[in-house]
Nanobody
């Protein structure tokens, strides 16, 4: 599975961005999809994930109520709508795909896309 992420950029605190990730594989709906992020000097962390059907989602506590993950299986694309952004959300965001259930803790994807930079200014 090849993953291509789009949508990063610079935004002011309180603003919004939507990230997109396009997958190459026809069996896209068989994979859980998710987003991780890595801030400068920190380890990569889980942000959100959505099941293959799109019915189950999971979020890190730090983004609950502000970020929304969704997917369009007809377009082989997963989205991350980020609202009420904070400077602490500044990071490189990575799209990922995994065959294991997204409720597995920790969820360990099988495939990773390249990162897209998100910078939130105060």
């Amino acid at each position: 599975v090849q993953l291509q992420a789009f949508g990063g950029g610079l935004v002011q605190a309180g603003g919004s961005l939507r990230l997109s990730c396009a997958a190459s594989r026809r069996s896209f709906s068989r994979y859980g999809m998710g987003w991780f992020r890595q801030a400068p000097g920190k380890e990569r962390e889980f942000v959100a994930a959505v099941s293959g059907s799109g019915f189950t989602t999971r979020y890190a506590d730090s983004v609950k109520g502000r970020f929304t993950i969704s997917r369009d299986n007809a377009k082989n694309t997963v989205y991350l709508q980020m609202d009420s952004l904070k400077p602490d959300d500044t990071a490189v965001y990575y799209c990922a795909a995994g065959a294991s259930a997204i409720t597995t803790r920790p969820w360990e994807p099988d495939y990773w896309g390249q990162g897209t930079h998100v910078t939130v200014s105060s």
